[in-house]
C-alpha cells in the first residue's frame, strides 16, 4: 500500500459529516416544537379534567393514565397475551371527545400520532391495557377497533397481587440501576 504526502495538510474527505460550521439538525416539519408539544399536552389534560365530571370516556381515560403509570410490567401486561387483532390505523380513539393535537390525518386508515415514538404518554402507549379499557373505548367508536380478548388470565388474590407488585417493581428498580450504571460508564 503507498501512502502519499500532501505537503503536510490533513485532507477531511467527510467534509459532509463533519462541517467546520456546526448546526442544528433541519427537521422536518411535521416534528412539533417542545414547548408547543408541552403546551399542547397541557390544554389536552386540562381539557379532559374539565370534561371529566360528564363522560365516562374521561374517567376511562384517567383509569388508563394511573394503571400504565402505577403498576409494574408484570401486572399491566397479564392480558397481553389473550389480545388479539392490531391497530387499523382508523385514528378513532384520538378523536373521541376532541381531536387530539398530535393526531395526523393521512386520509383513511392512514393515521399516525407526532408523538408517539418521543414523547407520547404511557397511556397512549399501553393501550389497551385490559378488556375493560377497551370496552369503555368501544362504547364510545361502535367496533370500529379490531382489537379484542381471546380469553382471560387467572383472578389475583389479595396476597398474589401484592407478591407480583413487588416483584415487578424490584424488576424496574433492578432495570433502572442497569441502565444507570451503562449510562455512567462504569
Not at 490533513?10 to 442544528?24: Q, Y
Not at 367496533?143 to 387467572?154: H, I, K, L, S, V
Request: aromatic share 12%; with cysteine.
Amino acid at each position: 500500500m503507498t501512502q502519499e504526502k500532501q505537503s503536510g495538510r490533513v485532507l477531511h474527505v467527510f467534509t459532509n459529516i463533519i462541517s467546520e460550521n456546526p448546526r442544528e439538525s433541519d427537521l422536518p416539519p411535521e416534528v412539533p416544537s417542545r414547548r408547543w408539544m408541552y403546551w399542547q399536552m397541557t390544554t389536552t389534560v386540562i381539557r379532559k379534567l374539565a370534561r371529566a365530571p360528564f363522560s365516562l370516556h374521561s374517567w376511562a381515560a384517567l383509569r388508563r393514565h394511573i394503571l400504565s403509570n402505577v403498576l409494574p410490567d408484570n401486572l399491566l401486561y397479564r392480558y397481553k397475551a389473550y389480545q388479539q387483532g392490531e391497530c387499523n390505523r382508523c385514528g378513532l380513539c384520538c378523536k373521541i371527545q376532541f381531536q387530539c393535537p398530535f393526531f395526523v390525518d393521512e386520509g383513511p386508515y392512514n393515521t399516525h400520532c407526532a408523538i408517539y415514538t418521543t414523547h407520547a404518554p404511557n397511556a397512549c402507549l399501553k393501550f389497551p391495557v385490559d378488556p375493560t379499557d377497551l370496552k369503555l373505548l368501544q362504547r364510545e367508536v361502535g367496533n370500529a377497533c379490531t382489537f379484542y380478548y381471546d380469553g382471560a388470565p387467572q383472578k389475583l388474590s389479595v396476597f398474589e397481587f401484592t407478591r407480583l407488585y413487588t416483584e415487578g417493581v424490584r424488576q424496574q428498580l433492578a432495570k433502572r440501576k442497569l441502565k444507570e450504571a451503562a449510562e455512567s460508564g462504569d
